[in-house]
C-alpha cells in the first residue's frame, strides 16, 4: 500500500508541471498581454493627456472664447486689417493687384482644360470639377452671408473666368481656389511636377489675397482647400473601382510628347547615342 501511495505521489508530481503549463497557455490564449514599445507608450500618453484636457475644458471651459461677439471673429482678417484698409483706400492698385491674379488664375486653368481636352486619358479633371461645383452650388442654395463691411476685395470688380468679384464673398467657401487645387493634383498625378507646384504656390497666394482684401474668413479659405482635395480623392477612389485597380496606374499620364517636345527630343537623343555607342562597340569587340 505505501509503495501505492508513494507512486501515486510520484505520477502527481510528475503531472502538475504540464497541468500548469497547459493552463498558461490557456490564459495566454484568451489574455494576450501587449509588449510596450515606445510608439505604443507615446499612444498611451496622447490618448491619457486628450482625455484630461477634454475633461478639463468641460468643466472649465479653456480654448473657449467668453467675449461678447456680433458676428464672427476673424483674428487673421483682423491681424491684417491694415493691409485691407491700405487696398482700400488705394483702389487703383488693388485693382492692379486683382487683375495680375484673376489673368494668371484664368491662363492656367484654361491651359489645364486645353491639355486634358487634348491629351488626357481619363475622366478625372471633369468628374472632380464637376462635383465640387455641384455640391458649392448647393451649399449656395441653402447658405448665404453678409461679406465683411469695408472689403477691398468687393469694392472694384474685373472680368475674369474664373473669380467671380461679386458673389465669392456671399458662399460658404471659394470656388476658385478648390478648382485650383484640384488642377494642381491632376498635374501631379501625370507628373508634371513643375505645374503642380506653380499650380499650388498660385492657390496660396489667391487664399492670402482672399483673407488680406476680405473677400473671405480664413475658415472658409481652409475649408475650400480641404475640400477640394477630399473630392479629387473620392474621384479618383470612384474612378478606380469602375475602372479597376490599374485605373490609378495606368491611365494617369498626359501625352508629354505633346506638353514637353524639347525634354522628349533631348532623351531621344541621349538614347540615340548610346544605342550608336553599344553597336561600335560590339562591333570592335567583334573584330
Known sequence: MNMDSDNQETLSEEKEPENVSECNKKINKYIRFPVLTIEKILRLVIVTGGTIFMIVSFFTGIGYSHHEIECINDIPQEDTERINNYFYENEGFALAIKFIISFIID????YTLIVWSLFGTNIRLLTAGCSYMVINLLIRFLHIQKPRDKSAFLKSHIFSFFVNYQTTSYSFFPTTLGIILICAFEWKRNRAKHMFYIMFILMIIYGAILI?????????????????????????????????KEYLDN???????AILPKKIEEDGKNINEMKSNYNSDTSDEDK
Open 107 to 110: 491662363i492656367l486653368i484654361i
Open 212 to 244: 488680406a482684401m476680405r473677400g473671405n474668413y480664413w475658415h472658409e479659405v481652409f475649408t475650400s482647400v480641404l475640400f477640394g482635395h477630399y473630392v479629387f480623392m473620392m474621384n479618383e477612389k470612384v474612378l478606380a473601382m469602375i475602372k479597376g
Open 251 to 257: 491611365e494617369i499620364n498626359i501625352n508629354k510628347e
